[in-house]
């Protein structure tokens, strides 16, 4: 449970989260009164002079719609500093634009997909070199740390198997070693969890998840209370370009005023619906840290405000009558992605992790049977009719 900053004790940005979701970084139009930031849809800004501008020169560098989603992001995460980029993907690999050829890098063996992606196909080709390791095993990572490990990547909860990782413990493994903790906090978001209160050096988000929330947009964010780290996030955003539109940044600004709201709902009805496939007969496991039977439950009790949205299981299933029943949900959309307002289902043996070899994927506990389902704001009993009814369709 992270304290609240006092709405009058001079902080940048003030009030509740509640309120800074709605108000930060974004004031009335001065010229007009327009009470929604405007969509400034310009590349370029006149000068007052040669090398006077007012703030901005070009919207690759800056453009205000960004600016405003920057400082309202920054502000969810109770940090001093925001950065957008074009999507999650392109905010990673700004994380790793920092290092250098020689460096070594220690992350998650269940990290995002794409991350995973990234790492091996990407930054290996420029001498980076990766250990995946266990992030809940501490001994394991102390173990895979060297001399040259310049960054350490933690994912809470992860994916599919909803781990949870102890965001502190990790951060002081990865400073007693000199090296930077970065934490993607997509699958959490600031509303339930916000990592730089933990000793986190930079929080990574995909927007395109929960905190733009309508299944509408691609985007990304780094955001840090270190000065120089930011400089650096900004140095990259103008060199590489990964940036987003104006039209974007406004459709994350409208999420992020909702966030707590639908949180609140996407945690309440995930909480039901996994009480329920617990109890449900067809069912093998639950993964979901709201769980008591769940391995890190009192440490997401701990460092998180509620536990979230995602929520895994395993059928009593072979990977065809699983397909069916992932096939014959209604209100559930199969559908990669999460944390839309719509509910959506998957089957990670066939979809998100159809790449991994069988053997292998089974060895990381994702059996043919497992389904990945991100719990919208639907009514609950809409979706859990949905569910049983095609647990039983399928598994006739
Ligand atoms: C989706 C996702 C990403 C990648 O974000 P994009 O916006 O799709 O590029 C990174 N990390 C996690 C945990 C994600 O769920």
Request: proline share 5%; charged share 25%; with cysteine.
């Amino acid at each position: 449970m992270t304290e609240q900053i006092d709405p009058d004790d001079g902080q940048p940005h003030g009030g509740r989260f509640e309120t800074r979701s709605i108000h930060a970084g974004q004031e009335p139009d001065g010229e007009t009164g327009a009470v929604m930031p405007p969509i400034y849809a310009t590349s370029t800004y006149v000068q007052d002079g040669p090398g006077e501008d007012r703030g901005y020169e070009y919207s690759r560098t800056g453009n205000p719609t960004r600016t405003a989603l920057e400082e309202n992001l920054a502000a969810l995460e109770n940090a001093e500093y925001g950065r957008a980029f074009a999507s999650g993907m392109a905010s990673i690999n700004t994380v790793l634009n920092l290092l250098e050829a020689g460096d070594h890098v220690v992350a998650g063996d269940d990290v995002y997909g794409g991350t995973h992606r990234l790492f091996r196909q990407v930054f290996e080709q420029y001498n980076l070199s990766f250990s995946f390791v266990d992030t809940t095993d501490h001994d394991a990572v102390l173990s895979a740390m060297r001399p040259a490990t310049e960054l350490v990547w933690v994912e809470t909860p992860t994916n599919p198997l909803m781990r949870v990782n102890d965001i502190a413990a990790l951060a002081d493994i990865a400073h007693d070693h000199d090296a930077l903790c970065a934490v993607d906090n997509t699958f959490a978001t600031p509303y339930l969890q916000q990592p730089l209160d933990h000793g986190a050096d930079v929080v990574s988000h995909s927007l395109t998840k929960y905190l733009g929330g309508h299944s509408d947009v691609v985007g990304g964010a780094l955001v840090t209370d270190d000065e120089h780290l930011d400089e650096r996030f900004g140095f990259y955003q103008n060199s590489v370009g990964a940036t987003p539109d104006p039209f974007a940044c406004f459709l994350v600004l409208r999420g992020t005023k909702t966030l707590p709201l639908r949180m609140d709902r996407h945690c309440e009805n995930a909480r039901t619906i996994a009480e329920r496939l617990d109890a449900h007969p067809d069912v093998s496991h639950v993964y979901y840290p709201g769980l008591d039977s769940h391995p890190q439950h009192d440490l997401a009790a701990e460092q998180m405000r509620d536990f979230g949205g995602m929520v895994s299981f395993e059928l009593d299933a072979t990977l065809d009558e699983t397909a069916d029943f992932v096939s014959a949900t209604e209100v559930f959309a199969l559908a990669e992605s999460l944390g839309g307002v719509e509910s959506l289902i998957e089957q990670p043996a066939t979809m998100t992790h159809a790449s991994i070899p069988r053997e292998e994927r089974l060895e990381a506990g994702l059996a043919d049977g497992l389904v990945r389902i991100s719990v919208g704001v639907e009514h609950v009993e809409d979706l859990w009719t949905d569910l049983e009814a095609a647990i039983e369709a399928a598994l006739a």
